[in-house]
């Protein structure tokens, strides 16, 4: 895995700290523990199928949807983020 930068010079996880654990977990069938890994992995997938699908099959209200996961998944990122900052720093 490659090492966090932010981690290394600040001693802080970022936010994007367990992205690639995640995805690892997900790639060996462990579904549950990519999630407590990283909250937003699945959000983030859906968007990225989203994307993908879109990229070659038009369909309505795909600018609504998009916006929406965006939302989701940045709301999800910083939430997962400051829960994981509370419980290290209590």
């Known amino acids: 895995m490659l090492p ?7 001693g802080i996880d970022c936010l994007g700290c367990g992205m690639q ?6 790639f060996k069938g ?3 523990a990519a999630f407590y890994m990283y909250p937003a992995i699945y959000p983030l997938l859906l968007l990225l ?3 993908g699908l ?3 099959i038009k369909f309505k209200y ?6 929406g ?3 989701i998944s940045v709301l999800t990122i910083i939430v997962s983020y400051v829960i994981k900052m509370k ?3 209590n």
């Open 69 to 71: 996961l965006i939302i």
């Open 30 to 32: 462990d579904f549950v």
């Open 49 to 51: 199928v989203i994307l």
């Open 62 to 67: 795909d600018s609504l949807l998009k916006a």
């Open 4 to 10: 966090c930068l932010n981690k290394k010079l600040f």
């Open 21 to 26: 654990r995640s995805i690892s977990l997900l």
């Open 54 to 56: 879109n990229f070659f």
């Open 87 to 89: 419980i290290i720093f």
